[in-house]
């Protein structure tokens, strides 16, 4: 098993930037794919970005060109760079972690873009 603890998130204005990160733990991090979601008020959680054990990434359409997702293995930790944020990026955002087709999810941080 792996445990997972978002945090990073906070009130930023239209056109700001946050960098989220994704701590684990519990098992051995280099072997997972990991992901951002996030899910809006109202709204189906969605995917943001995900990143293979590999490195391979992809985002989806709404986010390309605003957002980047990496990972240090040595660290056991993802990250999630949101530049020219958008009041529609306004959710709680999740990661997760994957291997085997077996998911693991954080409780989520909560992002705001608001003037």
């Known amino acids: 098993q792996v445990q997972l603890v978002e945090s990073g998130g906070g009130l930023v204005q239209p056109g700001g930037s946050l960098r989220l990160s994704c701590a684990a733990s519990g098992s051995i991090f280099s072997t997972y794919a990991m992901g951002w979601y996030r899910q809006g008020p109202g709204k189906q959680r969605e995917l943001v970005a995900r990143?293979?054990?590999?490195?391979?990434?992809d985002y989806a359409d709404s986010v390309k060109g605003r957002f980047t997702i990496s990972r240090d293995n040595a660290k056991k930790t993802a990250y999630l760079q949101m530049n020219s944020l958008k009041p529609e990026d306004t959710a709680v955002y999740y990661c997760k972690a994957d291997r085997y087709g077996v998911p693991y999810w954080g409780q989520g941080t909560q992002v705001t873009v608001s003037s």
């Open positions: 990143i293979t054990s590999g490195g391979r990434t």
